[in-house]
């Protein structure tokens, strides 16, 4: 292998060790770094938990002779912070340890950052390159890339369906009729391991009255998203699983309710850009990631304000004939799974973060 197909190694290996931290480190961004030294790794670290230790930290921590680090290359793919937030700058450290170079995937589009920590390491005489891989880079940090880009959560749409396309059997408005059993034992497990690893869940009024969902990741181990629920008329009954109050939930409505602990209601005008108005909150409280769970009218509306950025779409090999339709969208197939005969198609819309 030549040179940068070596480095291209060593990059992938950092977005394999940030990948560790989808799901604990939000909103920060998911980040791993690898220390070499002629031709060996000899640190490697990354980004655990929100409020902890930076992957560059720990990279270095991990290096037995510090003496080497005046002999080696950082890779990281992306930009070390230059600012004080919960933890000292990356930047600095890097610069106090004599790490004479530094080859980064992305710029970090944090206002806070946004090439200031480069400009203060290559200030300092550090060999910094960047851009290196850096489309695999954003794709791995999609989330904050969105959520810095475009000022919202990053939304994934998730639904499972028929083969001939219904959501599920006609049904009255309450809990008494049990919903169509979609999802194998396998799939449920796997969405909620999906669960652990964004930072809220939404679902709309008729679907929490019909199923009474609890919306937790009581089938995987990790994180239980903050629960995001609209409800204008506040007609979801207050005995319900979504108001029990064991986990931060959110309920945006038009009714005046006070706030109870883990539970809060946020005023909006359904009137004007609901999605929009949810949206703008949901990124003031730092949320970084949502999946949209349901139902067909929750999801539409996201789909007709075109504010999604990966669909989910789970079809099992039954047949209902009539019910509730599965939403229509457009958009590019990136993935294909199939378990117990039930394929899992990952698509994005048509544009570019």
């Known amino acids: 292998m030549n040179r940068e197909q070596i480095e291209a190694c060593y990059m992938r290996r950092c977005f394999q060790l940030a990948a560790n931290g989808l799901g604990t480190v939000a909103p920060n961004p998911m980040v791993g770094a690898v220390i070499v030294c002629e031709g060996k790794i000899i640190g490697e670290g990354y980004h655990r938990i929100y409020g902890e230790a930076h992957a560059e930290v720990n990279a270095i921590a991990s290096v037995d002779n510090k003496e080497l680090l005046h002999h080696s290359t950082m890779y990281v793919n992306l930009e070390p912070c230059s600012h004080f937030g919960k933890t000292p700058p990356c930047s600095d450290l890097i610069i106090e340890m004599g790490i004479p170079r530094v080859v980064i995937a992305n710029i970090d589009p944090n206002p806070k950052v946004a090439g200031r920590g480069v400009q203060k390491m290559r200030k300092a005489g550090v060999d910094v390159t960047t851009?290196?891989?850096?489309?695999?880079?954003?794709?791995?940090?999609?989330?904050?890339?969105?959520?810095?880009?475009?000022?919202?959560?990053?939304?994934?749409?998730?639904?499972?369906?028929?083969?001939?396309?219904?959501?599920?059997?006609?049904?009255?408005?309450?809990?008494?009729?049990?919903?169509?059993?979609?999802?194998?034992?396998?799939t449920k497990m796997l969405v909620h391991k999906a669960r652990t690893e964004e930072s809220a869940i939404m679902v709309g009024t008729n679907t929490a009255i019909k199923d009474n969902p609890k919306l937790t990741a009581r089938r995987w181990e990790g994180n239980n998203p903050v629960r995001v629920v609209v409800d204008r008329q506040l007609r979801i009954p207050a005995h319900y699983n979504l108001f029990d109050q064991t986990i931060p939930t959110l309920v945006y409505t038009e009714q005046k309710s006070s706030h109870k602990p883990?539970?809060?209601?946020?005023?909006?005008?359904?009137?004007?850009?609901?999605?929009?108005?949810?949206?703008d909150d949901l990124y003031k409280r730092n949320i970084l990631s949502i999946i949209v769970e349901g139902g067909q009218l929750l999801l539409n509306a996201f789909i007709t304000a075109g504010i999604w950025d990966e669909a989910r779409i789970e079809t099992a090999p039954l047949w209902l004939g009539d019910g509730v339709k599965a939403p229509q969208l457009d958009g590019s197939v990136v993935n294909t799974e199939i378990y117990d005969n039930i394929q899992i198609l990952t698509i994005n819309p048509n544009s570019n973060l």
Not at 152 to 178: H, I, M, T
Not at 265 to 278: D, K, M, S, T, V
């Open 131 to 186: 851009g290196f891989l850096e489309e695999e880079g954003t794709l791995l940090n999609r989330r904050f890339f969105t959520f810095q880009t475009k000022h919202r959560p990053y939304v994934q749409l998730k639904w499972a369906q028929s083969a001939d396309g219904f959501l599920d059997r006609p049904r009255e408005n309450n809990c008494d009729v049990p919903p169509v059993q979609i999802s194998s034992e396998f």
């Open 262 to 279: 883990n539970l809060s209601f946020i005023h909006i005008n359904f009137a004007e850009n609901a999605i929009q108005q949810i949206m």
